[in-house]
Nanobody
Framework: QVRLVESGGGLVQPGGSLRLSCATSGIIFNIHAMGWYRQAPGEERELVAVVSSGGSTNYADSVKGRFTISRDNAKNTVYLQMNSLKPEDTAVYYC????????WGQGTQVTVSS
């Protein structure tokens, strides 16, 4: 059974930081590209960041320089370090694993508000 379990979301003030984690099981982690997506109320789900199986990264323009995606193949886990958070970063953040098939986590809420 494939499982992607996100954690680390919460309420943070503008300018603050959060670190999201996505622990996976049931997949061969190191062959999957891993990504973080987010969806704000009334909006489409959008790509935030992705790290390939080889470690290459790509970011949405809106988060470049503020967010960092990384993966630990030994722990089957992908991370998203989010710094200098803004109210517009408020969304449900989803973990994604993609190879031949793709899988999604259940999401974790991030709220940036004073």
């Amino acid at each position: 059974q494939v499982r992607l379990v996100e954690s680390g979301g919460g309420l943070v003030q503008p300018g603050g930081s959060l670190r999201l984690s996505c622990a996976t099981s049931g997949i061969i982690f190191n062959i999957h590209a891993m990504g973080w997506y987010r969806q704000a109320p009334g909006e489409e789900r959008e790509l935030v960041a992705v790290v390939s199986s080889g470690g290459s990264t790509n970011y949405a323009d809106s988060v470049k320089g503020r967010f960092t995606i990384s993966r630990d193949n030994a722990k089957n886990t992908v991370y998203l370090q989010m710094n200098s958070l803004k109210p517009e970063d408020t969304a449900v953040y989803y973990c994604n694993a993609r190879a031949i098939k793709q899988y999604w986590g259940q999401g974790t809420q991030v709220t940036v508000s004073s």
